[in-house]
């Protein structure tokens, strides 16, 4: 089976600017969950979709979104980019149990300059 | 607020010895406790998990342990490889659907 694939790898962006970043899930994995990662704060959870629908979301401002489409594959958008948003973004997908022994894709680095 | 923490951000440990990485958390409501391990340029990769009806779970040279009362979780590596050199996440569920993750600990497995 294929893995979770994320694009793009590697992306570098303006203050002000806006991004989607995107998420293809293991094949048969319906949920989604996207994390941002940056030094020394682990990974922060965003959102988890399921069957097009968002189940729970983290403590991110609004400029923070996201959507799971008819196939599972995933975006999440950040508009309005500042410097802090610059982080590892990491996509996992799971079975339906859940959350549980979620599977993570390689992230989409994104600097915000 | 961090409801998962992982309070040494390194380990170093000689190859063959015994590594044993710590992780605390705050939320009663966790009910799943997970360790993940990330090499640089790659995502997570999960490596052993644990119910909290339990209190270890082994699996090959890892075995978790969760102590309830005390809200902590420790992970053993026995032996430690030089490819275990890489950073490891305690990670928590409360079936809502989300991970909890503690901020990390790098380990250095040395020759």
């Known amino acids: 089976k294929a893995g979770v694939t994320q694009t793009p790898r590697y992306l570098i962006k303006t203050r002000g600017q806006q991004v989607t970043l995107s998420c293809s899930p293991i094949?048969?994995?319906?949920?989604v969950s996207w994390y941002q990662q940056t030094p020394g704060q682990g990974l922060q959870f965003l959102f988890e979709y399921f069957s097009e629908t968002q189940r729970n979301k983290g403590n991110f401002p609004g400029r923070f979104s996201g959507r799971q489409f008819s196939n599972s594959r995933s975006e999440m958008n950040v508009s309005t980019l500042e410097l802090g948003d610059s982080a590892l973004y990491l996509c996992a997908s799971s079975n339906d149990r859940g959350a549980y022994e979620q599977y993570f894709g390689p992230g989409t680095r994104l600097t915000v300059t | 607020d961090q409801q998962v923490k992982q309070n040494s951000p390194s380990l170093s440990v000689q190859e063959g010895r015994i590594s044993i990485l710590n992780c605390d958390y705050t939320?009663?409501?966790?009910?799943?406790f997970l360790w993940y391990k990330k090499y640089p340029a790659e995502g997570p990769t999960f490596l052993i998990s644990i119910s909290s009806i339990k209190d270890k779970n082994e699996d090959g040279r890892f075995t978790v342990f969760l102590n309830k009362s005390a809200k902590h979780l420790s992970l053993h590596i026995v032996p430690s490889q030089p490819g275990d050199s890489a950073v490891y996440f305690c990670?928590?569920?409360?079936?809502?659907?989300?991970?909890?993750f503690g901020a990390g600990t790098t380990v250095t497995v040395r020759a």
């Open positions: 094949s048969g994995h319906r949920s």
């Open positions: 990670a928590a569920s409360a079936d809502d659907y989300k991970l909890s």
């Open positions: 939320n009663s409501m966790f009910d799943y």
